[in-house]
């Protein structure tokens, strides 16, 4: 088919669906998408939470008055059990079946399966002794982590994978004691650096490969004993380093302040990207033809419209965050990987295949509108058939979702082949990660018709407020342990701000051992600052800036390429050829 140009039904901008597009649409036996791309990421993001935690009653029999930690608001008509309650055989998620009713729309007959099913208070799969950790697989005594992949002794991070001992970071792959990083990997004793791989015993670098004892630099490759980018020798370094106190706070954040005016002067490679072969987007790695994709690393093929997936994601479209893990053919989905197979418009759907409008499924074959599954095959809203009466129901499900589509509040039609309506996430929109990149007040986003979690009154009793936590870690005593912290942001309306925060044994003990000082925002405020130096999740067209005649150009290089740095900001912006004549 040739391309056709739609108008997004949501924002009603014009979006094209290109000849390949339709191919994979073919193969996947789905429509064409009515909402534009971006706004299909939205309408994902929605339907995940990674790091908000809330209190609420339990559902489990005979202990409905006592409170647990979910990441599902009390707000939201859902019912949870805690994990081992929940893994257990003391329940059976078909006792809650419903029988298809072709008189109500199929979304409608889903939420409210959606509310009656118990669901798992934390999506921790193959875990031992984790702590309040959500999407996370094979994660070993990992405290308050979330999106990651087979991490141990990590604390405070999101969206780790293959990391030990890694605490406060972001989108890191195979770091060892390292400490407020993004977008770094393979790297040991690595600390506040940005995009920065197989570097040890270094501080605040930016774009920096095999380094080794550097501080403050940007662009460098295989280099030791750097400041602000002047080679020194052994002995000048360690000297130098001795008048910079590293535990002290008010240096560590000074020296953060610095560092992002000073990587301003760094040169840009047009996208965060490395071993790629036909691919546009960004921080992707060891990719062939994928096409509009973020964050994404290793075996990666045949994909478009992808965004945070871990190892081995191939023939998907529009997945993320949370797909990989050797899955193929995914589409529609939020966390639709796991080893998954031909699974579609689902959200934490893991270890499945031939699996549709699924919410928090596992081990699930060939089932349909299903909430809550374990090891179950040919269930249509948890309701059991034979596989015979499943292949002949399913068509009538499917063609019934056209014939009598559901419509949301704003109008917005969703018949067969669209992910569910953000009105029935059971995630308030500003709790859920699409607050993160689509960020709304209040305000817009109810009049859009998505849940709002307004702040719950937080009565903490602040023992230590922000402005009389030492500034130096030796000062610092185990007693700390037994105090509730204040944030800097405590005072202010910070979106997200728990306003307090409590320091765990581990952790303080990982900053005495590396020299760190105590933190002086809460948890939230520290993801929210790191999210804030990423790139967004959206390209522009633009030309290369580089105009040194030396680079193989007479005048301006000609370049053209799709980019995450939009036109209007200051980064210096090079394509791969002139960056790499500028840099190695």
Not at 87 to 113: G, I, V
Not at 475 to 489: A, M, P, R
Request: some cysteine; charged content about 25%; overall charge negative.
């Amino acid at each position: 088919m040739n391309p056709e140009i739609k108008n997004c039904q949501n924002c009603k901008k014009e979006f094209t669906i290109e000849t390949e597009d339709f191919s994979f649409y073919k193969k996947m036996k789905v429509p064409p998408p009515t909402f534009c791309p971006e706004c299909r990421m939205q309408r994902r993001l929605a339907w995940r939470n990674e790091r908000g935690l809330y209190r609420r009653n339990s559902d489990v029999p005979g202990k409905e008055n006592e409170q647990i930690i979910s990441t599902y608001p009390p707000t939201i008509n859902v019912k949870v059990y805690d994990n081992d309650y929940w893994w257990s055989d003391n329940w059976e998620p078909t006792d809650y079946a419903m029988e298809y009713d072709f008189s109500r729309p199929f979304f409608e007959q889903f939420r409210e399966l959606l509310s009656k099913v118990p669901l798992i208070s934390f999506a921790d799969s193959k875990g031992v002794n984790n702590q309040y950790c959500n999407y996370i697989t094979e994660g070993k005594n990992c405290y308050m982590l979330s999106a990651a992949w087979s991490c141990e002794d990590c604390l405070l991070g999101n969206r780790n994978s293959f990391c030990k001992e890694t605490v406060d970071s972001y989108v890191c792959h195979k770091t060892e004691f390292s400490y407020g990083n993004i977008y770094c990997g393979e790297s040991y004793k690595l600390f506040y650096s940005e995009h920065s791989y197989n570097c040890t015993d270094s501080y605040f670098l930016y774009d920096c490969r095999n380094c080794i004892d550097c501080f403050m630099c940007y662009g460098l490759r295989n280099k030791s004993y750097c400041i602000e980018n002047v080679q020194y020798t052994q002995e000048e370094y360690r000297e130098k380093m001795k008048d910079i106190n590293l535990g002290n706070y008010e240096t560590v954040e000074n020296n953060k302040t610095y560092f992002n005016k000073f990587k301003q002067n760094a040169v840009r490679k047009y996208a965060n990207n490395t071993k790629c072969i036909n691919v546009t987007g960004d921080n992707v790695e060891n990719a062939k033809d994928a096409q509009y994709c973020f964050d994404l690393p290793g075996g990666i093929e045949n994909i478009k419209y992808c965004n945070w997936g871990t190892y081995g994601l191939k023939d998907s479209y529009d997945t993320g965050p949370g797909t990989g893990g050797k899955s193929e053919m995914t589409y529609e989905g939020v966390s639709i990987g796991v080893a998954n197979a031909n699974c579609s418009f689902g959200a934490i759907v893991w270890n499945s295949s031939n699996v549709q409008y699924a919410f928090n499924c596992y081990s699930t074959n060939n089932c349909f509108g299903v909430v809550s599954l374990k090891s179950k095959s040919y269930c249509i809203l948890n309701k059991q058939y034979t596989k015979e009466e499943y292949n002949e129901l399913l068509p009538k499900v499917i063609q019934h979702m056209n014939d009598m589509p559901y419509v949301d509040k704003k109008g917005r039609v969703y018949k067969y082949g669209e992910l569910f309506p953000i009105e029935l996430s059971p995630y308030a929109y500003n709790g859920a990660t699409v607050q993160d990149f689509f960020p709304l007040d209040k305000a817009t986003a109810v009049g859009e018709g998505f849940n709002w979690q307004d702040e719950t009154e937080r009565n903490y009793e602040v023992t230590l407020p922000a402005s009389s936590i030492p500034l130096n870690i030796e000062e610092v005593k185990n007693d700390i342990l037994s105090q509730t912290l204040g944030c800097i942001n405590a005072s202010g309306d910070v979106q997200g701000c728990t306003k307090a925060f409590r320091l765990v044994s581990k952790e303080l003990d990982f900053y005495k051992r590396f020299n760190i000082p105590i933190p002086h925002f809460c948890p939230n405020c520290r993801h929210a600052e790191r999210v804030s130096r990423r790139n967004p999740m959206k390209l522009w067209h633009r030309q290369c800036m580089c105009d040194k005649t030396n680079h193989g150009h007479a005048a301006k290089c000609e370049v053209e390429f799709e980019t995450a740095y939009a036109p209007d900001r200051p980064e210096i912006v090079y394509c791969e050829k002139c960056y790499q004549q500028e840099i190695y």
